[in-house]
């Protein structure tokens, strides 16, 4: 069993700044990738965000250069840092993690997802 537990999520201002949290726990032998994706109210589920293991990372156009992906390795722990956000950035931020169990089967896990609100 994986769990995975975002934090960090709330309400800012448009410009404003927020970082997530995603704490990845369980029997798990090598987390692989580990995303953020983003739920709008009435939108489908969209990737913003992933990192591999070996420090590679991903992002979507909208939010290049505006947010930072990265992990803790030691600590399966994976961050985000959202900066100049926008009102467009408002949804449920979600953390997937893909891996490898101790059992060396593979899972899929997502997390119960956090609130991020850009408002003023």
């Known amino acids: 069993q994986v769990h995975l537990v975002e934090s960090g999520g709330g309400m800012v201002p448009p410009g404003g700044s927020l970082r997530l949290s995603c704490a990845a726990s369980?029997?798990?032998?090598?987390?692989?990738?580990m995303g953020w994706y983003r739920q709008a109210p009435g939108k489908q589920r969209d990737l913003v965000a992933s990192?591999?293991?070996?420090?590679?990372?991903n992002y979507a156009d909208s939010v290049k250069g505006r947010f930072t992906i990265s992990r803790d390795n030691a600590e399966n722990t994976m961050y985000l840092q959202m900066n100049s956000l926008k009102p467009e950035d408002t949804g449920v931020y979600y953390c997937?993690?893909?891996?490898?169990?101790?059992?060396?089967?593979?899972?899929?896990?997502w997390g119960q997802g956090t609130q991020v609100t850009v408002s003023s």
């Open positions: 369980g029997t798990i032998f090598r987390l692989n990738v």
């Open positions: 990192t591999g293991n070996d420090g590679s990372t």
């Open positions: 997937k993690g893909v891996g490898l169990l101790r059992t060396l089967n593979r899972f899929e896990s």
